[in-house]
Each structure stands twice: as structure tokens, then as C-alpha cells.
């Protein structure tokens, strides 16, 4: 039987020991409790919570933003060393200051809210592994999912997320989440999620919600927890939870870098705003009124070097958040003054743009590369099989 085959089998499991889990969890017991049909304890507190409302959606803790204040000064960025997450509460209201102005009045609802709240920058960290950049660590690979995708996570695990050595070089995994956004399914997946990291220790949770518009405060959280606990990590691979990525080639690449503050990945040079509302990635005059983008690179993967991820976090906290996560990277590193490195072997837009093109599929390709978007968990985990397979390609990719 093909490997495959017997790791779709394992999936189908797996899946089943997940809908127990949920199962479990959503009637309060413990797994050998479901079987036995005794009572257990609830899991979470059930506390009664204020909702209020960002990007349309219920949030989850009472006071849902934190307080407002002025940007930081960079003398503010830099005198202060924490030493463990300092958010604990969440106070924040509305900034009603520009409510009255025209510009305001004639955005669109998602991004008047995003507006509103664009000063509530750090939030309480629900679930912390601060071990995980105890050491040396070599690459700590961190992957931005939500709650809900607990099966591209599966797949991850299994495949490039695998914590492991290379040439004695460490390697750890991350996964970053908010919470659920819809409040009729928050209780139980934050369960399922709690089962999850109590298997695998691999997630960080802050108490924001997980929507479009809040990628970026998922890019600021990591940024400061990275500042506070990471000391000792020489590289950082940021990516999607649906990508191909082939750790062994981003080693190697690695390894011949030189320069100082690298940041690495399919950079995008003189990109346009896009003006058009039915677009996802719209952004209005009045939000951004340039022409042109800084460089940065797609948010699906890219690589940087430690101290250049503590510079970011600095800078970070004297701008203002922008609703596109990789763009307000590619503004971080201008203030820097560093310029991404644009490499052939990320591909975040596909082997090639034509989606149903065969090149995307072919494993030959995947072998040489370092980052490819997009595959879902059961596509991932058949690439993967084939590329550690006896595969035979005509010749090899020089990119790396």
C-alpha cells in the first residue's frame, strides 16, 4: 500500500478522535468519562461576558479593547524591557475624535470600525509557550491559522512543522490564533483548542478575534512576544497554514547568508492599492493615499533573522496599524531602511499565477523550492509523500 494512502487513513482517525474530543468537551467530561457516561467538571470557567463588536463580529472578554493612548516615542519603545507578556486586561474604547469628518463618514462599515479601534494594539495571551525559544534555536518556524483549521495544523505537523535537527541546527513550531469569531461556536472550539495544545504544546492565543482585518494585530502580537522571550533564535519563518514549505532548502539557504537584517521571500516591488470595493485587499484613499506600496513580501511565507524580528517590534509600536498585515511589514522595514530579498524559491502565488496549471502540481517543481502557496491538508500531506519518495526528476532547479 502507497504511504499515502496509509497516512489519508491516519487522517480519517485522527478526525474521528477529534469529534470525540469535541464531543467530550462539549458535555463536560473526560474521554474515559464518555464512555462510561459519568458527570465531569467544565473545562472553562463560565463566566458571564460583556460582547461588544469588532469587524462585525461578537468579541469574547468583557471590556474587549484595551485603554487608548498616543503611539509610543521610540524613547518609549526602547526604555522598557519586560520580561513576561504584560497585558492582563482589556479597557478600550472607541476613538470618537474624527467620527464628525466627512472622509470618516463616507467609508464603508468595516473599515470605520477598523478605524475606531485601530489604537487597541495588545491584548491578554490566553495560551503561552515561552519554552519554545529556550536554547539555541536555529529556525522557529511560526504559522498564523485560526481556531477552526485544526486539520491544516494536523497536516503541518506531520509534515514541514516537524520539530526536529538539522546539521545539529534546532528547529521549533508555533501555530498563532485568536479566538473563534463566532460567538455561538467560541466555548467549543476554545475547548478543543485547550485539548489540542494539551497534546502538542504547540500554540500561542491571544484574546483578540481571528478576522481579516486583525492579521496584523496577530503580527504585532508575535512580534512583541518574540521581543520578550526569544533571545536566542537566530531565524524566524513566518507563514500561512496552507502552504508547502521545505524547512531542509530554507536551512540551506541560510546557511550562505552574511548580511545583517535579512527578510527573504517573494517580495512585491511598486504594488498598487487596490481601489476596487469588491476586492478583498481594497483600501481607500482615505486610509492610503499613496500610489505605490513599500516592498514587502507575501504574507504566505518568508524568513527573517532574529534581531531583525526585535527591530520590527519596535518600530512596530510607532506606527499605526495598517489592515494588511504583510504591507504594514513592508512599511516596518522602510522606516528601517532594509530592503526584503527577493528569492526565486518562494512561491506564494502558486509554481506559476495560472491556478489550474499542471506545473502547480508537480513534484519535481516542490522539490527545489522553499515555499509554495496554496495546498490544502490532504494535497500537502500527498506532495510531501512524493517528494521523500523515490522521485526522479530529469534535472534540479538551481535556486537555492
Known amino acids: 500500500m502507497f504511504q499515502w494512502k496509509k497516512t489519508v487513513y491516519k487522517s480519517v482517525l485522527l478526525s474521528f478522535a477529534l469529534v470525540v474530543a469535541m464531543t467530550v468537551l462539549q458535555r463536560g467530561m473526560t474521554p474515559t468519562q464518555f464512555f462510561q457516561g459519568q458527570p465531569a467538571k467544565e473545562l472553562l470557567s463560565q463566566e458571564p461576558v460583556k460582547a461588544q463588536k469588532r469587524d462585525n463580529v461578537i468579541s469574547l472578554a468583557d471590556n474587549f479593547w484595551k485603554k487608548a493612548g498616543p503611539l509610543a516615542t521610540p524613547a518609549q519603545v526602547t526604555s522598557k524591557q519586560v520580561t513576561s507578556w504584560d497585558v492582563t486586561t482589556i479597557n478600550c474604547t472607541a476613538n470618537l475624535n474624527f467620527t464628525k469628518d466627512d472622509w470618516f463618514k463616507g467609508l464603508e462599515p468595516n473599515f470605520r470600525q477598523f478605524l475606531l479601534y485601530r489604537h487597541c494594539r495588545y491584548f491578554p495571551i490566553l495560551i503561552n509557550h515561552p519554552e519554545k525559544c529556550s536554547g539555541d534555536i536555529y529556525l522557529l518556524i511560526v504559522v498564523k491559522s485560526i481556531i477552526t483549521q485544526h486539520d491544516r495544523r494536523e497536516a503541518i505537523r506531520r509534515t514541514w512543522g516537524q520539530e526536529k535537527e538539522v546539521d545539529g541546527k534546532k528547529i521549533r513550531t508555533l501555530f498563532l490564533l485568536g479566538i473563534a469569531s463566532k460567538?455561538?461556536?467560541?466555548?467549543?472550539?476554545?475547548?478543543?483548542?485547550?485539548?489540542?495544545?494539551?497534546?502538542?504544546?504547540?500554540?500561542?492565543?491571544?484574546?483578540?478575534?481571528?478576522?481579516?482585518?486583525?492579521?496584523?494585530?496577530?503580527?504585532?502580537?508575535?512580534?512583541?512576544?518574540?521581543?520578550?522571550?526569544?533571545?536566542?533564535?537566530?531565524?524566524?519563518?513566518?507563514?500561512?497554514?496552507?502552504?508547502?514549505?521545505?524547512?531542509?532548502?530554507?536551512?540551506?539557504?541560510?546557511?550562505?547568508?552574511?548580511?545583517?537584517?535579512?527578510?527573504?521571500?517573494?517580495?512585491?516591488?511598486?504594488?498598487?492599492?487596490?481601489?476596487?470595493?469588491?476586492?478583498?485587499?481594497?483600501?481607500?484613499?482615505?486610509?492610503?493615499?499613496?500610489?505605490?506600496?513599500?516592498?514587502?513580501?507575501?504574507?504566505?511565507?518568508?524568513?527573517?533573522?532574529?534581531?531583525?524580528?526585535?527591530?520590527?517590534?519596535?518600530?512596530?509600536?510607532?506606527?499605526?496599524?495598517?489592515?494588511?498585515?504583510?504591507?504594514?511589514?513592508?512599511?516596518?522595514?522602510?522606516?528601517?531602511?532594509?530592503?526584503?530579498?527577493?528569492?526565486?524559491?518562494?512561491?506564494?502565488?502558486?509554481?506559476?499565477?495560472?491556478k489550474n496549471s499542471k506545473m502547480n502540481k508537480e513534484p519535481c517543481f516542490y522539490q527545489n523550492m522553499l515555499v509554495v502557496h496554496k495546498l490544502l491538508p490532504l494535497e500537502l500531506l500527498e506532495m510531501w509523500d512524493l517528494i521523500h519518495s523515490n522521485l526522479t526528476c530529469s534535472r534540479k532547479l538551481q535556486i537555492l
Not at 504544546?201 to 496577530?218: H, R
Open 183 to 354: 460567538e455561538e461556536e467560541r466555548a467549543n472550539y476554545q475547548k478543543l483548542l485547550e485539548y489540542e495544545n494539551h497534546i502538542y504544546g504547540d500554540i500561542l492565543q491571544w484574546d483578540f478575534l481571528d478576522s481579516f482585518f486583525n492579521l496584523t494585530l496577530k503580527e504585532v502580537h508575535f512580534l512583541k512576544w518574540f521581543h520578550i522571550y526569544c533571545d536566542n533564535v537566530r531565524y524566524v519563518f513566518k507563514g500561512d497554514d496552507d502552504v508547502f514549505v521545505s524547512p531542509d532548502n530554507i536551512v540551506e539557504f541560510l546557511q550562505d547568508q552574511k548580511e545583517a537584517d535579512l527578510f527573504a521571500g517573494d517580495v512585491l516591488f511598486k504594488a498598487r492599492p487596490i481601489r476596487k470595493k469588491e476586492n478583498k485587499y481594497y483600501i481607500p484613499n482615505a486610509l492610503y493615499n499613496k500610489s505605490h506600496y513599500p516592498p514587502y513580501a507575501g504574507g504566505g511565507g518568508f524568513v527573517m533573522d532574529g534581531p531583525l524580528a526585535k527591530k520590527l517590534h519596535k518600530v512596530s509600536e510607532m506606527l499605526e496599524l495598517y489592515p494588511i498585515d504583510d504591507v504594514f511589514l513592508g512599511m516596518c522595514l522602510e522606516v528601517l531602511q532594509v530592503t526584503p530579498v527577493a528569492h526565486a524559491g518562494f512561491k506564494t502565488f502558486g509554481i506559476v499565477k495560472n
